[in-house]
């Protein structure tokens, strides 16, 4: 078996007496698809944030590509290659579509302490955040700013930059949310190729892609992982039913 | 691409105001009225002031309610380098004062950046009213230091008996002196131009945007946000070389937080991250106070009434009422 891109042991995090993530351990291998499920407030966007940095965990180690994570902050961590999508999408509102997408290919070209040359002449940031737009199939949309976008779009351009960044590992918290079935549907084949340039830890509440998509899922119940296994397996496993699909499937 | 006409609205409007602030003084001391060029000069020197905060305040964000802090060190270094060198008393260790202007900027630019580094340093580690009440609490420890401290004037200031020199000019003449002010804004404007398009101003403006988005795609806010804040306080540290130049005076009155709420006043009047907004804020201001100070002493109750209207109503200022929103390419 190939060494983990992403390995988590242990993770803890509380708020006062809520124990938030609870001793989480999982794995995120070369090439997979890794679903994470669970009922609202399971957990499922805490241990998000504390995979890419934006909560501190109480304990646990989090190793990517073999380097611990601690004592990294969010952007360190980004620019090892760990990008990510946000639940409520995050974006610079008043950039248009290509500025956003060009913030990434800067941050990924190096030092942003470069006073003089003007970026919207600059080939080298345009030329690779319109291939990316290109790639969503947002380049369209290039020139509206963020805020103008519907909430698809602005999921799909979080992808872009995450795409630009030239991650070596992707955590999409709900990429699908507030998407129309046909955007599910084609943001679903998107991903399915995706997972051969860096695998995904996919949080997702859409059962059909989450079951289409997956290699391995994690089932989340009040910040533990009850179940970790393949598509049928997770269908199978009694106590995931009980605790989760027993109400929607 | 959307079409895009040659000169946009806001070029056209950016290149009035720079011509009308250059044809006011220069009608004036046509008709030999020198105090109007005066009135110009300290329209141009606050505008270059507030282009140094519109950096850190407009580009990025930074609410910083301490910029008197480096307006009034610009001022005193020119204040006292020139004292010295008029009464022909080394400064420590020997150095001689000057009454060289490009020499005093020099110092100003130095000094400033020198002393808001690490402000900027302490100060970033917080954000909103944190930030705002650690930058005047900074600027009030500078301002009363200087009350205290009599060497140089304590609370009566500093007079700067003969104005500072600068090369192949003489600047006791009032439009010489502005125009020398005038190419300085002008040059700052350009800076702050190349700033804003540059990488650095990319990120900057994302930091103030969303500082979550900034850090996600890997560039850590706080650095960008510390180079601003220095490069903001240089630029108005030369502009209070040059308002103590105006005045031949300088006390501490220049480091109050009266100073720091003007500066950000100007900003809010003009359009705040626009290029032209300080300047447009700060010929309305002056104007204003001009105007209206000549009528009533309580003018400052009218310019409070003008700041609620553009903040209830013309959220961009005079820039956003003149040439609608900002675009960002």
Redesign the interface.
């Known amino acids: 078996m190939a060494e983990p891109v992403l390995e988590i042991r242990e993770l803890r995090k509380n708020f006062g007496a809520l124990a938030a993530t609870d001793g989480v351990s999982l794995d995120l291998r070369p090439g997979e698809i890794h679903a994470l499920i669970g009922p609202n407030g399971a957990g499922k966007s805490t241990l998000i944030h504390q995979i890419s940095g934006s909560i501190r965990s109480d304990s646990g180690t989090i190793r990517f590509l073999g380097q611990d994570m601690a004592g990294l902050d969010m952007a360190a961590r980004a620019r090892l290659g760990l990008g990510r999508s946000f639940q409520i999408s995050s974006l610079a509102p008043e950039f248009s579509s290509l500025r956003n997408v060009m913030l990434a290919v800067q941050a990924k070209q190096g030092s942003s302490l470069r006073f003089f040359r003007p970026v919207m002449g600059d080939r080298s940031l345009t030329d690779p955040a319109m291939a990316m737009l290109e790639r969503v199939g947002l380049a369209e949309r290039a020139h509206l700013p963020a805020a103008e976008l519907s909430h698809g779009e602005r999921r799909q351009l979080e992808i872009a930059i995450a795409l630009a960044l030239g991650s070596k590992a992707f955590l999409f918290d709900e990429p699908m949310a507030g998407m129309g079935p046909e955007g599910s549907k084609s943001l679903t084949t998107f991903l399915d190729g995706l997972r051969h340039e860096a695998p995904i830890l996919l949080v997702e509440h859409d059962m059909d892609a989450v079951f289409a998509l997956a290699d391995r899922i994690s089932v989340l119940v009040y910040g533990r992982v009850i179940a970790t296994g393949t598509v049928d397996e997770i269908r199978n496993d009694p106590e995931v039913r009980r605790a989760y699909l027993g109400e929607t499937a | ?2 079409p895009k006409p040659r000169l946009s609205r806001e070029t056209v409007v950016n290149i009035l105001l720079a011509l009308m602030l250059l044809a006011f003084p220069l009608g004036a001391s046509a008709m030999g009225e020198t105090f109007y060029i005066t009135l110009a000069t300290r329209i141009v020197v606050l505008a270059l002031a507030a282009v140094g905060l519109n950096i850190a305040l407009g580009l990025g964000g930074l609410v910083s309610f301490g910029h008197a802090a480096f307006f009034g060190l610009g001022g005193y270094v020119a204040g006292i380098l020139s004292t010295h060198a008029f009464n022909a008393e080394p400064l420590l260790f020997g150095i001689e004062g000057t009454t060289s202007m490009p020499v005093i900027w020099l110092v100003a630019v130095m000094i400033c950046g020198i002393i808001a580094l690490p402000i900027g340093a302490i100060s970033l580690r917080t954000t909103g009213v944190y930030f705002i009440m650690i930058t005047l609490a900074f600027a009030q420890m500078i301002y009363f230091f200087a009350v205290s401290w009599p060497a140089y004037g304590g609370e009566d200031g500093l007079s700067i008996y003969v104005r500072n020199e600068f090369p192949g000019v003489n600047t006791a003449q009032p439009l010489s002196f502005f125009l020398i002010c005038y190419v300085l804004l002008m040059l700052a404007l350009g800076l702050f131009w ?2 804003r ?7 900057l ?2 930091g103030r ?2 500082a ?10 706080f ?2 946000r510390l ?1 601003a804040f220095v490069v903001s306080a240089m630029m108005t540290g030369i502009a209070g070389a040059l308002f103590a130049d105006l005045n031949k005076f300088v006390s501490p009155s220049m480091l109050s937080w009266h100073m720091s709420g003007e500066l950000i006043v100007l900003i809010i009047l003009g359009g705040k991250a626009r290029l032209f907004g300080p300047v447009a804020g700060a010929m309305l201001y002056v104007l204003i106070e001009y105007a209206l100070g000549g009528i009533t002493e309580h003018w400052q109750f009218f310019l409070g009434l003008i700041l609620l209207c553009v903040v209830l109503f013309a959220r961009g200022g005079l820039l956003g009422l003149l040439a609608g929103k ?1 675009r ?2």
């Open positions: 691409m959307p190349l700033l398009g540059a990488r650095f101003g990319a990120a403006e994302a945007q969303n979550t988005r900034l850090a996600a795609v890997g560039i850590a806010p650095n960008i180079v900002a960002h390419g």
